[in-house]
């Protein structure tokens, strides 16, 4: 029995050594396989050579103008008025006039045989230096057609250097760009403004005709001015007839007769874009090229700034041997699940045949190589191959969806003006009866959203996506809408208001409907269609690089040998990617021309510094904290008085005086402004319009507007109806400085917001609200403010931003001006307010403050300050706004220019609040005493009193600790500081 068992036990301990055997066997097979799978993976990875960028091809390039040219204008025809400035210039045969805007409008006058539809074409050079758009609009015989207004005249932008340095850490740095300056042809296209990138057509009657130019922004030389016969695009089987009529021996090529020329152009290599936000941007997937393990390589366009209709990147290629070439691109794309992306593709200037118009390239979040299906003759020689996004397929929806949005305000302000904004769902309203239209309008705008819904299932073929949803979700509101119309008083938060609302859902499909995020790594131009580069991942490589980037991230950079007394360290609160492209400016700029190192790091909480001081481990010098905490830091004598360096006055002359008064103790100054905040009113000027309403200029016109705003259903915003109890000093302080009540005594030793001055701006501020009926609290004024709930109101920077690019159903319904004030005695209009910014400081016990102040005063140049706004939005888009510190660089902020000059005026009007030790107890108190006069109905003096106590209790404990009072009394002064303080600095130069 016992043997019988011995026998099983090694029957089963043979089988699993043969099971044991057979799976390490099987392991061992599967690793090698995997091996020599990756192994061959990687030698055709990184296989494919791409043409290197030529220089020469700018010189050697010549552009070709397609289209027959019926009327052909000199700028010194007789036929040609307004021409005032004729000069000549380089490179260009004929003469041209200097043309800036604000100057005349150029006329020409043109005799028609016939009539006709034509296209407009140019031949000028771009004369702007800080890439600001050249805008221009047109009139035809006294009428604008759509698309004449805001023509975005084309131009070309390219990086300076395209062999990319790179920093001691071998990652790439990111290039300067620049304006190509050279005489352009082109013909003048719809572009941004419509999301349609086709021709303008210019239409012209028999007989005599006008024609009217001008110039809205922007400079330029204008040369000669073209009427182009329009041509229409044939499909490709003519195209290809007409190209054997030329050249009979040519066909398309097959494989099997291929010459096998490819070529791979790397697209962060462009040779130039007609938009300076088209970024270039470093991805890390191995199948990207360039690509190198844990180093940062630009090697693509960043799709998320490659992404508006009308957007151009532009290629050269020499090709030596004549036939047709398919065209395609290797990208992918992050966003917009399932929708396609849409291009134009241009052929040295223009589309050969109808496939090459919209061409689609179809939804992907892999890289993937997407061929042309029709391919195009290059003859011999240099080429121009253009990529133009045209979202006209999009657009086609987003117009009707536009209308209804339209629409859907005028019916919620026709509501609003009918019921007072009356939302009682007691109350019952005949709203058919005053609104006779309200049920067609309805089905009206739910059956246009059908054919929305149609025309983008067919584009995305059936697929769904999130602007599809969105679509659905307000056609279903629409018939809970329909159900019972005259209830839509009450229902209001379906129509119009709300984040659930029938408007708030369509201006979310508005927002990223026309946007064709498209990240490009490289472009193909082939006839073969065998060979391109990869475009799937290999399971064994990916882990073979997943592990070799870890290794990677152990192994230490080559940084380069500097010396310790000539590198500083600075530490800058901020996000990683202001600190990215600060360190490249600093590498490419500053370290270049003063050989001094600068180390940024990253500083999530200021509170460090104190404790960094204590344990002297204090940086050289500190970016981006706190306005505020500059005081905090320099009464514990841990910061540098920076009136001790020379230069400080000019630095000082471009800077906010009134945003000084925080960081000045005694008469010295121990920081600086970096950025630059304000606060503006902001206004609807559809509802202005419709209720009569006007901008008021002073706080009384405010209190004038308040009744009428009010009986329908609608109020004014100030911060201190923010959603916080607590009021803080930049909704307050504004009504101290307005009703010229000082804060504290001169000499700091308590607080006077008891004095006449002071009474009057806390009775004010509180009437607001008890007496005025302005609302108490107000959780979102941007949202409010969208939805019309709250037409007019005070925000700051942060709001004007948001607006801009987060509220497109109220695109051009908006505007900004100066925050209202009250008159002073000589009839002046002060209008206060507060701007907190970030600030920078140098350490006292830094050994090295001489350099860490040529890094400050670099840093805050008007130059510099420029340079990094428009890196910035280079980099990661408009949305990155830098309102630097530098009122000279402020005032070069690409926005608006009404809107530029309304915040550069109300920036003079900038004043902070003094910081006292101890006056946190008085910003407290303050709130306090609006609380109680507000909610508890306490009486204004006796609040104020309470507040004035408890603050100098709080201060005189403060300044005693801190060596300006003893036993009560003042022993020395803490002079409170003062704008004119500043203004006599300046003059003792």
């Not at 006039?97 to 539809?117: C, F, P, Q, R």
């Not at 084309?154 to 250097?161: A, G, P, V």
Request: proline share 4%; hydrophobic share 35%.
């Amino acid at each position: 029995m016992k043997t019988s068992m011995q026998v099983a036990e090694r029957e089963i301990m043979s089988k699993l050594k043969r099971i044991n055997l057979i799976s390490a066997s099987i392991i061992t097979l599967c690793v090698i396989w995997g091996i020599i799978s990756a192994y061959q993976y990687s030698k055709g990875l990184h296989n494919n050579i791409s043409l290197p960028f030529n220089e020469a091809f700018y010189d050697t390039y010549l552009p070709k103008s397609e289209g027959k040219v019926i009327y052909d204008f000199h700028i010194t025809d007789p036929a040609v008025e307004g021409v005032i400035d004729v000069q000549s210039i380089e490179n260009y045969e004929d003469k041209v006039v200097h043309w800036s805007s604000g100057k005349d409008e150029i006329v020409l006058h043109v005799v028609a045989k016939t009539a006709g539809n034509y296209e407009l074409r140019l031949e000028y050079q771009p004369l702007i230096s800080d890439f600001q758009q050249i805008s221009m609009s047109l009139l035809v015989n006294g009428k604008k057609e759509e698309g004449y207004e805001n023509i975005r005249l084309l131009t070309k932008y390219r990086y300076q250097d395209y062999e990319f340095k790179t920093n001691d850490k071998g990652n790439h740095i990111f290039p300067e760009q620049e304006l190509l300056g050279n005489i352009m042809v082109e013909t003048l296209n719809k572009g941004s403004i419509t999301h349609d990138p086709s021709p303008i057509i210019v239409k012209v009657n028999q007989g005599e005709n006008e024609i009217r130019l001008k110039l809205n922004s922007g400079s330029l030389y204008l040369g000669r001015i073209s009427l182009v016969e329009q041509e229409e695009l044939v499909d490709f089987e003519t195209y290809q007839k007409q190209i054997a009529n030329i050249n009979p021996n040519v066909k398309i090529n097959e494989n099997e007769d291929s010459i096998g020329e490819t070529f791979l152009l790397e697209a962060e290599q462009f040779y130039y874009k007609n938009n300076i936000d088209i970024s270039i941007v470093s991805k890390t997937n191995y199948l990207l090229s360039p690509y190198k393990t844990n180093r940062v390589l630009l090697n693509s366009i960043d799709g998320t700034t490659f992404k508006n209709s009308g957007d151009q990147i532009s290629y050269y290629i020499d090709i030596k041997n004549p036939g047709f070439y398919s065209i395609g691109v290797r990208g992918f794309m992050l966003t917009k699940q399932n929708s396609p992306v849409f291009m134009d593709v241009k052929v040295d200037g223009s589309i050969p045949f109808k496939e090459f118009c919209q061409a689609r390239f179809e939804y992907s979040q892999k890289l993937k190589n997407q061929l042309l299906q029709t391919p195009v003759y290059l003859e011999k020689g240099i080429h121009e191959i253009s990529f133009v996004l045209n979202g006209k397929p999009y657009y086609v929806a987003s117009s009707d969806i536009e209308i209804i949005v339209d629409e859907i305000n005028q019916l919620a302000m026709d509501i609003k003006k009918l019921t007072g904004n009356n939302q009682d769902k007691k109350r019952e309203w005949d709203l058919t009866e005053y609104l006779p239209t309200l049920v067609s309008d309805l089905s009206k705008w739910e059956n246009t959203l059908k054919g929305v819904e149609a025309k983008l299932l067919e584009v995305t073929n059936g697929e769904s996506t999130e602007e599809i949803q969105n679509i659905r979700f307000s056609m279903k509101q629409l018939e809970k809408l329909m159900q019972d119309p005259n209830r839509i008083p009450s229902k209001l938060s379906i129509l119009s208001q709300g984040s659930s609302s029938i408007l708030e859902m369509l201006s979310k499909v508005l927002l990223t409907l026309n946007l064709q995020e498209f990240t490009l790594d490289q472009i193909i131009v082939t006839n073969s269609r065998e060979g391109l580069p990869e475009d799937h991942k290999n399971l064994f490589y990916s882990m073979y690089e997943g592990v070799h980037r870890f290794v990677k991230s152990f192994e230490k950079k080559n940084v380069k040998a500097t010396k310790e007394e000539n590198t500083i360290d600075i530490w800058v609160k901020n996000s990683r990617q202001y600190i990215d492209v600060l360190q490249s400016l600093v590498d490419e700029s500053f370290t270049e021309k003063t050989g001094i190192q600068v180390n940024l790091s990253l500083m999530n909480d200021q509170g460090k510094l104190t404790l960094a001081n204590a344990a002297n481990k204090q940086p050289d010098g500190v970016l981006g904290i706190d306005s505020f905490y500059v005081n905090d830091l320099a009464v514990r004598g841990s910061l540098t008085d920076l009136r001790e360096f020379d230069g400080i006055n000019e630095v000082l002359e471009d800077v906010a005086k009134g945003s000084l008064m925080q960081m000045i103790i005694d008469d010295k100054l121990y920081g600086l402004p970096q950025t630059q905040d304000f606060y503006i009113l902001f206004y609807r000027k559809d509802i202005f319009e419709e209720f009569g309403f006007e901008v008021p200029q002073t706080w009384d016109e405010v209190l004038l507007m308040l009744p009428a705003l009010q009986r329908n259903g609608m109020n004014f915003y100030t911060p201190l109806s923010g959603e916080s109890a607590f009021k803080s000093w930049p909704s307050t302080m504004p009504f101290y400085a307005q009703f010229g009540a000082d804060i504290y005594k001169k000499d700091g030793s308590g607080t006077i917001i008891d004095s006449d001055e002071g009474l009057q701006a806390m009775k004010f501020m509180t009437e607001l609200f008890k007496i005025y009926g302005m609302p108490i609290q107000i959780k979102n004024f941007y949202n409010n403010f969208r939805f019309g709930e709250t037409p007019i109101g005070v925000g700051n920077f942060p709001v004007y931003i948001q607006l801009k690019n987060g509220a497109p159903e109220i695109n051009n319904r908006w505007g900004v001006a100066l925050l209202p004030g009250r008159k002073n005695e000589d009839g002046e209009i002060e209008r206060w307010c507060t701007g907190g910014s970030q600030a920078v400081a140098i350490f006292e016990k830094s050994a090295k403050k001489d350099k860490a102040w040529e890094f400050m005063k670099w840093w805050l140049s008007e130059e510099i300050q420029t340079q990094y706004t428009e890196r910035l939005q280079n980099i990661y888009g408009k949305e990155y706004l830098w309102n630097s510190g530098n009122l000279k660089a402020l005032s070069q902020m690409p926005i608006e220019p009404a809107d530029l000059e309304v915040i550069m005026e109300q920036v003079q009007w900038v004043k902070e609040a003094p910081k006292l030790p101890g006056g946190y107890f008085t910003e407290r108190e303050v709130s306090n005493a609006w609380n109680k006069i507000v909610f508890d109905d306490v009486d204004v003096r006796t609040a104020v009193d309470d507040a004035v106590m408890i603050s100098n209790r709080e201060i005189t404990r403060k300044l005693e600790e801190f060596g300006y009072m003893k036993n009560g009394e003042m022993v020395k002064p803490y002079l409170v500081p003062t704008i004119e303080d500043v203004e006599r600095w300046l003059k003792d130069e």
